[in-house]
């Protein structure tokens, strides 16, 4: 038997109404064709959409599988987007749970070219939890960056990203700001014989992400940010292969993720770590957004689960986390995680060292109490 | 007083939840700090959001207007989207309803190259609504693609385009496909001494969508299909900058765009214009998906209505529409509209011309009417 992509919906409605939703996704996302309209060659390759089962999943809730001909996928990012969502995105009652791809599809996608062991190895931090924090706020010159950068560095941050607003705005052009940085974190790693990464944030057209991550490169950059559903994630995939080129590590940004009817750790969990993100930033239970703690729980399964050949990625929870919640994420999350907090060590200029210093310590407490 | 980016967001929430999620909005999508940690200097530059107006909108509900400082948007499509909406998509109790360009903003974007205007002129067609139908399904060869296109092309349709679910699958390779779809619509053209556009979906990763369209130039395309919101809008927009040097024409379809937290007339109606697209695929009320007449009514007027000095587009309804609605939509939408019936022609392989022309001539009646 042909192996297909299955992928799972959920669909709102009585059972009557889950039925014909079903199998009209499956016609809609494959041959957009009645059933009675589908030339006869074509229903023969299989290559309309199946309805495999459906599910009672609560209350006017069900879980349908449908499956689809690998080859319809193109083997290819965007058209794997369309072929699990496109049109049925546009369902109001139906919702894209979670898809299963066979490895003859998988092995289309490199995933993670550092990933958690790779990441790891750069910062000589074999077990603990990492930690991470974000330059702020946009406004700042390059040389305001830059002194934030060596001072999170000394304090003993591993990774100090740009917040995913700081662009390539007038007020800290990218070239600039990448040098000065740059040169901080270089001057802080001979201070402290500790290496961290300095993750600047790629905004732009195709042509000025590809532009960046290679001025980047040149500067010493071993790590940038970029927001999948902000640049779309075919353009995603592709800095992907270029930065794997220049062996540069990816932090994939939620931005404007934030799509009720995707669930997040499959969207999050699954399809970003396909298109080769290191390390998924992703917004913590219980903090300024809140998603449901099983979701990100599955979120974080999903990044680092085997998966085929792919590489884990690093968890990265985080809005609005504050240093006294570290222990309670390690529990959580498990030493594989990249620990984020930013807003709260901002809140006086003089203080940040030492709060970033608590922050550090509280990271790297568990592991201290494992040896 | 300096000119500001004002966004419009509605607000789910009792009236104190209302104001404390527009403030936390004004910060989220600019300096992502809390007020007491700005630094004086960011505040003076009134580089952080403000609140400008928040309004009862119905029970619990409110709209809120929040203006930025131009510059955080960085003047370009990837990095708008993220102030925008980047982090806020997150708040489940937030939607993106508006937004207000000042000219110095919307002067960075030169919106439709072609436009309602140059589509006419392209199809020798003043007055009219315009009709258009797709090429399906996945599954088929180039040549059956190629014989659907002379088919329709003779029997006077005058956009044919490929259902976006025809990428570059080795059922139809781009090439292949495009090549024998352009010879067909010509030999049709000879025939009757009537043009019509095949339009081509592109699909694929940025390096591909560009060689395609290259490849489409060359064998004399002059309109293609693509989903901004599988390549992402930043990606769309450098298409049709390459698109504007060939004289290409674009039809933006609407994949993956049904997110309920961004309005589809915003997004569709001004995003994709914004970005270039001369034509829009969306989903008309009434048919399988049903968005709002409210709102496809305003999504249709986004498109069209003056803008700055961007051309007009053309809404292009779709979505299981039928001949027997073509009059209706016809009154809903007006003459300008590019009326799109795909799966209704297909029902039997000998009627499609039959049901083709029955469309063409229900599309041109209220044109001779009022001559």
Request: aromatic share 8%.
């Amino acid at each position: 038997v042909a192996e297909r992509l299955r992928v799972l919906y959920e669909i709102e409605g009585d059972e009557a109404t889950a039925h014909a939703l079903a199998h009209g996704i499956a016609l809609e996302q494959s041959v957009e064709l009645p059933a009675a309209a589908i030339p006869p060659a074509v229903v023969a390759a299989r290559v309309p959409g199946e309805v495999e089962s459906i599910e009672p999943a609560g209350a006017d809730r069900w879980q349908a599988w449908v499956s689809y001909h690998l080859d319809t996928t193109g083997f290819d990012t965007m058209q794997l987007l369309n072929v699990l969502f496109g049109n049925t995105s546009m369902q109001t009652r139906v919702a894209l749970l979670d898809a299963d791809l066979p490895p003859a599809l998988l092995a289309a996608w490199p995933g993670p070219r550092v990933g958690i062991p790779g990441l790891r190895a750069r910062l000589g931090a074999a077990f603990r939890a990492l930690t991470c924090t974000a330059l702020k706020p946009v406004g700042y010159a390059p040389s305001q960056f830059a002194s934030l950068v060596e001072r999170f560095a000394r304090a003993g941050i591993d990774v100090i990203k740009e917040d995913h607003g700081i662009a390539n705005q007038r007020f800290a052009p990218f070239a600039e700001r990448v040098r000065l940085c740059q040169e901080a974190i270089a001057r802080a790693a001979q201070a402290t014989g500790r290496r961290a990464l300095y993750v600047p944030n790629l905004s732009g057209p195709p042509a000025t992400l590809r532009a960046h991550l290679e001025l980047a490169h040149a500067a010493g950059v071993e790590m940038v940010m970029l927001a999948p559903m902000l640049c779309g994630l075919p353009t995603f995939a592709e800095i992907a292969a270029q930065a794997a080129q220049a062996d540069i590590a990816l932090l994939a940004h939620c931005a404007l993720a934030g799509t009720p009817r995707i669930a997040a750790d499959f969207l999050l969990g699954r399809l970003y770590r396909l298109i080769g993100a290191d390390a998924v930033i992703f917004v913590n239970h219980g903090g300024r957004f809140g998603w449901p703690p099983d979701q990100v729980r599955r979120l974080a399964t999903n990044l680092r689960a085997p998966w085929g050949n792919l590489r884990p990625a690093f968890p990265v929870p985080a809005g609005g986390m504050t240093t006294d919640r570290v222990a309670e994420m390690i529990d959580f999350y498990g030493p594989d995680t990249l620990l984020l907090i930013s807003g709260a060590l901002y809140p006086d200029n003089d203080g940040l060292e030492v709060r970033a210093r608590a922050f550090v310590e509280a990271a790297h407490a568990p592991d201290r109490e494992r040896m």
